[in-house]
């Protein structure tokens, strides 16, 4: 049996979750209404896990098989049919099984059907349950499209298809104005990135039609990567300044999928969505497409180390940016959106300083155990009445044992307790950039921009540890239960203060004069009725409760992952040969892995300590309700210190101010010159109509003027050759 016909099960990775999302949006109300509320949506919940888990066993089978292969025959390429072909461009619809392209799948189903099935129990309430799992399975689909694919344009289906999943999901209850702006914000920035991943895949097929025939490809299939990337060092020597531009506008695709700076800013808003949402966005799926990507393109990267050493630098600003922002949010989903940011930042440091596989790394550990906070988060606020904030928590480690427990492995392991997942890939990370020689060429100056990504990454790892401590010390210590001097009466207005201080108040629903929004009034009522995360009523009188087995079983099998799956995937996978078989030995540079290690033990216990000593016994006063006592640094990390008032300002007043400008230059020079050519010429004609009378006596008086003007002329010419004679 040939490799194509062992590996041709992966279409049914990509066709099974498309099966479920046909089967949820064609017969979910069906099921549900004729089985009634309570067995139809298991039924549904069932239909909607089982698809990406057989994917996900499926996944398991093929790596095994990947596995058994010689080093360098672990790339087998799938063709389903001829898709594109237009004289010498011939584009197939193909899929790419390898190293990189499995881990990801590994990934997304593994992980997707464990928030799946989480979500089966978070969302048992929702009455538009078949369509949130539609959303859920398309955007499954999507993923794998984007990661299987072996060309760009067939990854740029699947990048355009997470993007349009994300706005669904992010606006899931679209009538809350407030979810439909964060995710248009979502889009919208999102299509930013969308824009330079554009122009780079341009670019490239641009340089690639016209040098390809040099360098010597003959196969038709020039775009499809397992041409395309082999010949990329040769296609872009010969044109460095084109690799640098579409490297950069790769780049450019991939910070806004990932949320890299300045395009970070729809991704803590993209907590509107339900938390199932957040975990699939944050740890499995989308956020991940920008490292893959640059994964992916690693050949064209390591063509234009100018750009390689900006992604670190951006990854590093980046990533101190979100942790500095994380303190100043009281809302627990908040806090771990900007860890999201700040995580993100590693992995582009990591492959900025062309170690890409330690990105990788940092994106496979960091599913683990940032789905596992996220879904743990999602249990806290389902047993907190579905109230998001911090300072209404406290002491529920005795409450929410299982969650407790599992939460407080996930913060091990992003703080950096040492050989958890977390720690291990990111100790790669910063050992790759303090020994990188990766330079920023700048008139007259060489800055080190390996390296000062790699130290600010350890002062991040401090912070990281200092603000994930004050989040679980707030949620799971820090004395008895917060809530339990919230008085009933009193209970919305402490989440409306909480709200209002980060401009979430729902006061906003008188701007609608269409009545698609709900109104004030509807969403009183509807939190009443139906109480889901984005409501908010917590109490003295509440009593949390332990979440159901459908939703802490992934919480645990998260956990184990946490534990065991970076030293897993270092020590026995040996991740690094695993993903790039044909690489060389690690480097090892001026500061050795002992020194890394001990560095990165002593941030941590810094970061822990520092936090301990803060939040270990209650809620500090500087960060209580009454904001007036909050020092002001917190307050504009809070407000994330103006950037993203002034990029919404800037981008709303500026647009407008551009749209003006243009709608000028339209009215004025464009719709000007064609009214005045079109005026000049009716008054031309205007003139000559004049003529055109039928009076035999006006032809006859043009004739006569004609022939006197004639003989003006000629008795002109001759007096100029009588007087050059």
Known sequence: MDNAAAFSSVWWIFILPVFGFLWQSLAGKIVVDNLGDKVGKRVMGFAAVIPVAIAFAIAVGLVGKLHNLPPDQRTVVLTLFDWIDIRSLHIPFEFRVDTLSM???????????????????????EKDYPRFFTYLNLFIAAMLCLVLGNNLVLTFIGWEGVGLCSYLLIGFWYKDVENSKAANKAFIVNRIGDFGFTIGMFL?????????????????????FDVLLPNAKLLFDANPQMAMMAAMCLFIGAMGKSAQFPLYLWLPDAMAGPTPV????????????GVFLLNRMSPLYEASPTVGAIIALVGAFTALLGALIAFGQTDIKKVLAFSTVSQLGYMFIGCGVGAYWTGMFHVTTHAFFKALLFLGAGAVIHAMAHNQDMRNYGGLVKLLKITGATMIIGWAAISGVPFLSGAMSKEEILGAAVNSPVLLHVPGWGIFAGKI???????????????????????FFSGEGRWKSIEPEHGHDHAH?????HGHAHAHHHEDPHGFFYSDAEMKARELAEPHEHHHSLDKTHVPHEVPPSMWLPLVVLAALSVVGGIWLKNIVNFEHWLYPGLAEAHHGAVPESVILGVSIAVFIGGVGLGYLKYYKSLPDD???????????????????GIDAAMMDFSLQGGAKLGAFLAGIDKWVVDGLVNAAGRIAEMFGGLLSRTQRGYVRGYALLMQAGVVAFIFYVIYLLSRMGAGN
């Open 103 to 125: 881990t990801m799948v590994l990934i997304i189903t593994g992980i997707g059907s464990l928030i799946h099935l989480y979500a089966t129990g978070y969302m048992a309430e």
């Open 497 to 501: 203060a909480h709200h209002e201080d």
């Open 204 to 224: 490239l097929i641009f340089q690639a039609s016209q040098d390809r025939n040099i360098i010597g490809v003959a196969d038709p299939r020039w775009l499809s």
């Open 453 to 475: 990504a790699g130290w600010v990454g350890f002062a991040v790892a401090f912070l990281t540890a200092a603000y994930m401590t004050r989040m679980t010390l707030l949620t």
């Open 623 to 641: 960060e209580s309700w009454d904001m007036s006592k909050w020092k002001r640094w917190r307050v504009s990390a809070g407000r994330q210190f």
């Open 278 to 289: 957040s975990a699939l966005i944050h740890a499995a799926t989308m956020v991940t497409s």
